[in-house]
């Protein structure tokens, strides 16, 4: 008996050894924050450049640690994007070309693989993929579809759907707090922050009403573009002046019985009616038409739409002193990135689907105590295809051969032999059309200096844009005799692109084109 309660003494010691080295393991993988917003654009950022507003707490991550200046959407919309960021792959291979479609959980994911490596994951907030995250997620907390800015409603892990009080930015923070709290400690951690802000119809929060009030914003220099030369962007349906709506969007004489203002209770109602009355007021005394009423919409858009980014940079430092309160910080590493970039009122839009670059290029700042230098810089091409692989590279986890993207976790540590040899071209496929919007589906290369587009569905068109020359995008030289050399470049290499991520849809428009170009020129 004496032996086998020593052997059961040295089994049970053993035991936790075991354990205690296992959590030990455990506790030294980083644990990943990723906070994602919705249609945040990077020229809506102090980071990126912005010297009208401050975006003080996304600023802190990128002196902190790194800022990418050359990050890209494969397909600049919601749903597509955040598809892209939990699969790895582009819309045509991962099933998610369109927005408000069903979302395909079975397939991989990499939180599912993060999982497997010993990690808890929970997504809070929107993820706006028609589909409950049960695969790869041991914990979820999201908005229905786009969600509301006030009061909004949540279904949980559970399946039950519940209606909070209060707004939206500042409940996701608190059931953000309130998993980290409750989390099993032992394991690191993924978390998903998905934020709302700041999509369309941009409602700040009650204490952020007319924060930018004092600020007269100056017009983009391609705020009244023409469109010569580029037909899509003539047949779109986005624009400041016609699409933009007086009161949905703007909240001249808000019905409060209706839509998502109905949503409000009567001491937001309150709130609400003191500061958006004055404008309605304002607005019926002015009597606008023609241009000075385009010029009044613009100021009032930015106006709310900042004011509802700046609620969304003060839940991300309430997020990041949570970090730092509780220790989290030291072994955390923390991600604030958009699923697309935005139109402020360049060529007189808002939304995004265009390849051109205010919604191709999109936000991503990082911050990896110990790893990532503080003010690191990355210029180098980013697609949001890498965003899964990098991911499970900080997290120690195997990149599948299926995922279409690399790890830029070299980058980051800026190693120089990755930085010499990293791709210099990104691939594009935008699919939505007629609605909303009307931008005709297109796919495209962008490499360092150049961007080639091709737009179908209702039109053949090819564009060509030097960006060291033309940075706005303004002036399609396509058609120019001089520039025959580089189309037939970049028509190469954006053949091999297309071949090389399977997007067999495309290669097929591209040969039709080509066959009807090689027809027509021989005619000529």
């Not at 071209?425 to 150049?450: A, K």
Request: aromatic share 14%.
């Amino acid at each position: 008996m004496r032996k086998l309660s020593v052997h059961f003494s040295l089994i049970i010691s053993l035991l936790i050894i075991v354990l205690i080295s296992s959590a030990q393991s455990n506790r030294q993988k980083p644990n990943i924050l990723v906070i994602f917003s919705d249609d945040h654009a990077y020229q809506a950022m102090s980071a990126y450049g912005n010297k009208l507003i401050s975006t003080p707490n996304i600023d802190r991550i990128s002196k902190e640690g790194a800022i990418l200046l050359n990050n890209f959407i494969t397909n600049s919309l919601c749903g597509p994007s955040r598809a892209t960021l939990l699969t790895g792959k582009f819309s045509h291979i991962n099933g998610y070309k369109l927005n408000e479609r069903k979302f395909n959980f079975d397939q991989e994911v990499f939180p599912a693989l993060l999982q497997q490596n010993n990690y808890q994951t929970a997504w809070i907030g929107k993820l706006h993929l028609s589909t409950l995250p049960y695969h790869g997620f041991n914990y979820f907390n999201i908005l229905p579809g786009q969600g509301d800015y006030y009061n909004p409603d949540f279904i949980n892990y559970k399946n039950d759907t519940i209606r909070y009080t209060g707004y939206v930015t500042d409940l996701i923070t608190q059931f953000a707090e309130e998993w980290l709290d409750k989390r099993d400690t032992t394991k690191p951690f993924l978390l998903v922050v998905g934020e709302k802000a700041t999509h369309r119809e941009w409602l700040p929060s009650l204490e952020d009403l007319g924060a930018y009030d004092t600020i007269n914003f100056p017009l983009p220099k391609t705020f009244y573009d023409d469109y010569k030369g580029r037909k899509a962007a003539a047949d779109q349906d986005m624009t400041i002046d016609k699409t933009m709506l007086l009161t949905n969007d703007l909240k001249v004489h808000i019905n409060y019985s209706k839509g998502f203002y109905s949503r409000l209770n009567e001491d937001q109602k309150k709130v609400f009616a003191a500061y958006y009355d004055k404008i309605s007021n304002d607005f019926d005394e002015r009597k606008l038409s023609g241009k000075e009423l385009v010029k009044w919409k613009y100021q009032r858009y930015l106006k709310d739409y900042y004011a509802t980014a700046k609620s969304l940079d003060r839940n991300i430092g309430k997020i990041l002193d949570y970090l730092d309160r509780t220790g989290l910080s030291k072994n955390t590493v923390v991600i604030y990135a958009s699923d697309q970039g935005f139109y402020l009122g360049e060529h007189g839009w808002f939304d995004k689907r265009f390849m051109y670059e205010e919604s191709l290029r999109s936000a991503f700042v990082i911050r990896y105590p110990d790893v990532i230098k503080p003010g690191t810089v990355v210029k180098q091409v980013i697609s949001n295809i890498d965003w899964a692989p990098t991911l499970l590279d900080i997290a120690g986890t195997k990149i599948p051969s299926q995922m279409q993207g690399v790890s830029f976790l070299p980058l980051l540590k800026q190693h120089k032999d990755i930085v010499k040899t990293w791709r210099n071209e990104m691939y594009y496929h935008y699919y939505e059309f007629p609605e909303p919007h009307h931008v005709h589906p297109h796919f495209g290369i962008r490499t360092v200096q150049y961007k080639l587009i091709h737009f179908y569905e209702g039109m053949d068109t090819w564009e060509l844009f030097d960006l060291k020359k033309d940075p706005n995008e303004l002036n399609n030289v396509y058609s120019n005799k001089e520039n025959i050399k580089i189309v037939s470049e970049l028509k190469t290499k954006l053949k091999n692109l297309i071949i090389q991520y399977k997007d067999d849809e495309a290669l097929k428009l591209f040969l039709n084109s080509e066959m009807k170009n090689t027809s027509k020129n021989h005619l000529n």
